[in-house]
């Protein structure tokens, strides 16, 4: 089966998405002639994986299953350049293990760690998981835990980051939760790599998402 990987751009001038209107947008895709952002077009719990190391490249390419190739435009060559790739960062992990030999790969992932721990904000993540377990008592409890600290990654103005996130609307937490289960519980990330559109790979796996949300809902 042909893999057809989804292209970001990097965007020269301040942009804003086409479906939510956030903005400037620092990545995003074009879809349909429409500047689509990257949490809106389900890219956007992927990271960024610069290019230059050729392993670590190769490596966490092959264990993501849905990737996306980064481009910025170059005015002066007028062309488009590769600037790395966006991968699922288990994959980036898991790569960078098989790396560490590798002095500057074992630098870049304690720089990640870091990062995160600096990123999450602990009240918000807290209530945001317990949230999740009082609308959704069957999920999971490390499921609850990665949803919420995804979601509220601070600096990255997804659902737990925004006024009804942190206000726990139940329709915010309740979209964080899908969005979860779309990317682990269902083939949604392969159909988007064979080529399929975002609009009709939702349609297809809505039945295995909803009966995934059936079973977390039930106490």
């Known amino acids: ?12 001038r301040r942009r804003r998405c086409s479906e939510c209107r956030q903005g400037p947008m620092q990545r995003m895709i074009v879809e349909f002639n429409a500047l689509v952002c990257l949490d809106c077009a389900d890219l956007g719990h992927l990271v960024f994986l610069r290019r230059g190391d050729t392993a670590l490249t190769r490596r966490a390419r092959e264990g993501s299953s ?13 062309r488009y350049e590769r600037q790395g790739l966006l991968v699922e960062e288990a994959a980036l992990v898991r790569a960078e293990a098989a790396c560490l030999a590798d002095a500057e790969a074992r630098a870049r992932r304690r720089a990640r ?10 009240a918000v993540t807290a209530a945001l998981e317990a949230e999740i377990l009082r609308l959704f008592p069957g999920c999971p ?42 990317h682990v519980d269902t083939d949604y ?30 106490a």
């Open 1 to 12: 089966m042909d893999l057809v990987a989804p292209v970001v751009v990097e965007p020269l």
């Open 66 to 78: 849905l990737w996306a190739v980064v481009v910025r435009h170059n005015r002066r060559r007028t």
């Open 113 to 122: 760690d870091a990062a995160r721990r600096a990123e999450r904000d602990s």
């Open 141 to 182: 409890a490390e499921r609850a835990t990665a949803i919420a600290v995804h979601a509220s990654a601070k600096g990255s103005g997804r659902v737990g980051r925004t006024a009804a996130g942190r206000a726990l609307d139940t329709g915010a937490v309740t979209a964080a939760v899908r969005a979860a289960v779309r």
């Open 189 to 218: 990330d392969t159909l988007l790599m064979t080529g399929v559109p975002r609009h009709q790979a939702r349609a297809r796996i809505a039945p295995a998402m909803e009966a995934v949300l059936r079973s977390w809902r039930a």
